[in-house]
């Protein structure tokens, strides 16, 4: 019994260490082939296009309900002593911080995680990615990287994007829900302005268009067998992007907590 | 010329090949006849570097290339040697044009209008020049196999290694790859290893013909002279003897 448990626990600790090692390896290499970019531009402007242009509506959409979340609870919880003009820095602080970055990483982990690693997929199991080896064309360049680079530019913009549109839809929601004027809302968000949270979210962006993008590509070249594959190396990418994106969040809060 | 010897590859505990030893001289056309997941596929994909043998050498050019790193195989195997997958393998997000030019466009310094006449040139030379700016799945079996062929042929390659390429056709789009293939080998003298268990097209295209079984290629042959063997499993398998396991 004692026995067939250890063996299990040694099996999983294997195979969670092999893949750790082959994502570190596509990690050090997609990284070591950014030097090749200006070869891969054409590909680089696609996923470029695709991670950011294409992701804009639903960015703009889970942003703005973000904001009027956040005026409806924060105007209705804030005691009646506090005065009403500090809602402008709450909601400025909570998205700039936390909300803005950890909700568009979660959005983009499922729209391009999944579609990477689904494209990606695919092309493994009709053997398109062996066809590109056979002509000497790189994999890892030629499709890795150029996602890699345009994933570090456009995540965090968006997430700039998307908290400029939380903020201001928080404050349609503060106004509606507590009457705070604009006037107020500008002036609770200059009383705990620090540019370090602007800092904080686009190094947040930064890192997770890291961790978005490289989950979408190694599941999609790890992709087993068939459609069923293919499915699996999308639910993976999804997953896992999540779960190392919330990991992050906590670690480059802390980290940066003591930096600033 | 290349030469494969003893050559062993296993997937966890199946042996798939078992020390297969074999030539493909300069100018021939070889055929690979074997049943069914005898490692056909494999033994090719070892030889142009998709994967790595566990034991044995291939030499091409009298170059060794089992040790080599991927960068090595692109600069020094893959420059010379071309692969046609089973099922064409086209990138399919990209024009057939596309996927002609697109490795003209990295490893050679073609402007675009001299990668489009490879391109147009390629698709002449396989009957398929006004399909250009078609997408791979407005194409048919043999159209994206035809392609796959001037895909691998714009490169200019000295050895051609084609994996089953008339599985799934009828058998006039067979005798137009078998065409094809004859035509590469005479006009362009490209090399060319066939994996197929189409005994027609080994008859047809192939000057010598190995039969791979449980590993190892255990007869070769001139293809003129197949019908006349005594391998007991080479005779079994060419006249469909369903006794061979």
């Not at chain 1, 969670?16 to 070869?39: E, M, N």
């Not at chain 1, 590909?43 to 509506?57: E, K, L, T, W």
């Not at chain 1, 997770?208 to 087993?224: K, Q, R, S, V």
């Not at chain 2, 192939?206 to 042959?221: E, F, N, P, S, T």
């Amino acid at each position: 019994m004692i026995k067939k448990l250890i063996t299990t626990i040694g099996h999983f600790a294997a195979l969670y260490f092999q893949q750790l090692g082959r994502l570190t390896i596509l990690s050090v290499q997609s990284f070591l082939a950014i030097r090749k970019a200006p070869r891969y531009l054409s590909q680089i402007i696609d996923a470029f296009v695709y991670i950011g242009r294409y992701s804009i509506p639903i960015i703009i959409i889970t942003s703005a309900f973000m904001g009027l979340v956040l005026g409806v609870q924060i105007g209705t919880q804030i005691s009646p002593e506090t005065p009403r003009w500090a809602e402008g820095g709450l909601i400025l602080r909570a998205i700039l911080l936390e909300m803005g970055p950890v909700v568009t990483g979660l959005i983009l982990a499922g729209r391009v995680s999944s579609g990477i690693a689904s494209e990606i997929g695919a092309m493994k199991v009709t053997e398109q990615i062996d066809a590109l080896r056979t002509t000497a064309i790189n994999p890892v360049e030629f499709l890795v990287m150029p996602r890699l680079v345009a994933g570090m530019i456009a995540i965090p913009v968006l997430v700039i994007y998307a908290d400029t549109i939380a903020i201001f839809s928080g404050f349609v929601s503060s106004y509606f829900t507590i009457d705070l004027t604009w006037t107020g809302f500008v002036k609770g968000m200059r009383h705990v302005f620090v540019a370090t949270d602007v800092y904080t979210s686009i190094i947040k962006g930064f890192i997770f268009g890291i961790a978005i993008t490289l989950f979408g590509c190694y599941f999609g070249m790890e992709t087993g067998h068939g459609a069923r594959g293919v499915g699996k190396a999308t639910t993976h990418a999804v997953v896992w992007a999540s779960i190392i994106i919330l990991i992050l969040d906590y670690i480059i809060s802390a980290v940066l907590f003591f930096i600033w | 010329m290349v030469e494969v010897k003893q050559l062993k590859k296993r997937f966890d505990r199946q042996t798939i090949l078992d020390g297969v030893d074999l030539t493909l001289r300069d100018g021939e056309v070889l055929c690979i006849i074997g049943k069914s997941g005898t490692g056909k596929s494999v033994l090719l994909k070892n030889i142009i570097g998709l994967l790595k043998p566990d034991n044995g050498t291939i030499y091409i050019d009298g170059e060794e290339i089992t040790q080599l790193t991927e960068d090595e195989l692109n600069t020094r195997v893959r420059t010379k040697m071309g692969m046609v997958f089973q099922y064409g393998a086209l990138w399919d997000s990209m024009t057939v044009e596309e996927n002609i030019t697109l490795a003209l466009k990295f490893r050679n310094h073609f402007t675009h209008q001299e990668r489009k006449k490879i391109a147009q040139e390629s698709l002449e030379l396989v009957g398929l020049s006004h399909i250009a700016k078609e997408y791979p799945d407005e194409l048919s079996g043999g159209m994206k196999k035809r392609v796959a062929i001037a895909r691998a042929i714009a490169m200019k390659p000295k050895y051609l290694l084609y994996d089953e390429p008339t599985t799934g056709l009828d058998p006039v789009l067979s005798n137009i790859i078998n065409d094809l293939i004859i035509k590469l080998n005479r006009e362009l003298g490209i090399t060319s290893m066939v994996i197929t268990h189409d005994i027609n097209s080994v008859e047809k295209i192939a000057h010598r013909v190995g039969m791979l079984y449980q590993g190892k290629i255990v007869h070769m042959c001139d293809a003129k002279d197949m019908w006349h063997q005594d391998n007991e499993i080479f005779n079994k398998f060419i006249h469909g003897d369903t006794q061979l396991k």
